[in-house]
């Protein structure tokens, strides 16, 4: 049986070979992954977790707190143990170096997030991230806090390639690349980008494998047609037939009546 890889796994790999990864929204997704050899896995640490544990069971999985939920250090503790109790073998953070080293002190695995990070764009704008000498110095420093707070990962989103390239190779820590080009540790998509089942903006890394909503408008309009179907049976008198019945022979049912006379 495929052997679900741990922290330390992944760190010994470091450097040998290219790990996949995707975002999966539900376990339906987490299953097809799990089939497709999908070794990384990241989601959010809410009720899906469950059920995308279960269904990828050798999958490395980083599980996303919610960062606006998080208002401590001893707050995104708790939540980042009850997601490990989920099944999570990581959890995802772009909170505070304080707060994640507070994590990792306790043992837990942290993944953080240099580059673009959406939950900062703010700040910056939803752009590529390290165009210019100084900016690229300040994602590089960024992974250095990251490091020396203990994550054992760190996200690496649109950011240039060469300085991509430069940050793997120069930390210990897996880095997760996501409009990376070809640079980092693992190669990272959201299933929603690869399935077309994102219905907002498509980012220039992405690239659509499906139409997952086009096949689902196809399987609505089946139902349509099959209720319609049982409406229009069932308002002619030809639903139900004889061969959907349950009957008894006038003789059995007279005895059932015998039975209710005498009380």
Known sequence: ?????????????????????????????????????????????????????????????????????????????????????HGADSVYCSSSTEIIEAMAREGIPVTGHVGLVPNHATWTGFRAIGKAPEEAMKVYQALKR?????????????????LAAFLTRNTPVIT???????????????SSDVLGTNTGHYPRHSRKYADIPAQLAKVQ?????????????????????????????DATFAAFTALLDRG
Do not use: W
């Open 176 to 190: 997760m690349g996501m409009g990376c080009g070809n640079a980092c540790d693992t190669q990272y998509l959201f």
């Open 146 to 162: 990251l490091e020396n707070a203990g994550v054992c990962a760190v996200e690496v989103e649109v950011i240039p390639v060469k």
């Open 221 to 249: 309009q089946e139902r349509i047609q099959a209720f319609q179907a049982f409406a229009a049976d069932v308002g002619d008198g030809s639903y139900p037939a004889a061969a959907h019945q349950v009957d008894v022979d």
């Open 1 to 85: 049986m495929k052997k679900r890889p741990t922290v330390y796994d992944l760190h010994q790999l470091k450097g040998t070979r290219k790990f996949l990864q995707l975002h999966v929204d539900n376990a339906f997704e987490a299953e097809a992954a799990e089939i497709a050899g999908i070794e990384v896995l990241s989601c959010e640490a809410d009720h899906t977790l469950l059920g995308i544990r279960a269904a990828a069971p050798t999958a490395f999985i980083s599980a996303g707190l919610k960062n606006r939920t998080i208002a401590s250090a001893e707050q995104a503790i708790r939540m980042a143990f009850d997601a490990i109790e």
